[in-house]
């Protein structure tokens, strides 16, 4: 088995817990932290799951929400399944299919040249 490694973007849940209901709190407390960030940028931050996080701003809102790092991103694994052999091993109804399935060769037929 093969691990998946992702992860839960927690802010809003955090926030939530501290009484900042509206993205537009949180501007003045990054600011006071030296963090600049547009309402938009503040937004997203929010309610979207960040691809890409600046380690001042998660430390200025581990500070602000009086947390540590693992409150805010919570780490999630799933397990899946090995990929399939070459041999055809585990394929189950796929090598089958495979071999019932194949294309009829076509034959081309040439008008008579009369």
């Known amino acids: 088995m093969n691990r998946k490694m992702g992860y839960r973007w927690l802010l ?19 600011a006071e932290r030296g963090i600049q960030l547009s309402s938009a940028q503040i937004y997203r931050l929010v309610t979207h799951t960040p691809e890409r996080l600046s380690l ?3 430390a200025a809102l581990c500070d602000i929400l009086d947390c540590d790092p693992n409150d805010l991103i919570a780490i999630e694994t799933t397990a899946t399944p090995n990929a399939a052999t070459a ?28």
């Open 12 to 30: 809003r849940e955090q926030m939530a817990e501290h009484g900042l209901w509206k993205t537009t709190e949180l501007a003045p407390l990054l």
């Open 56 to 58: 001042d701003v998660l």
């Open 87 to 114: 041999t055809g091993e585990n394929l189950g109804d796929v090598t089958e299919l495979r071999a019932s399935s194949r294309p009829r060769r076509a034959r081309v037929h040439r008008p008579d040249d009369r």
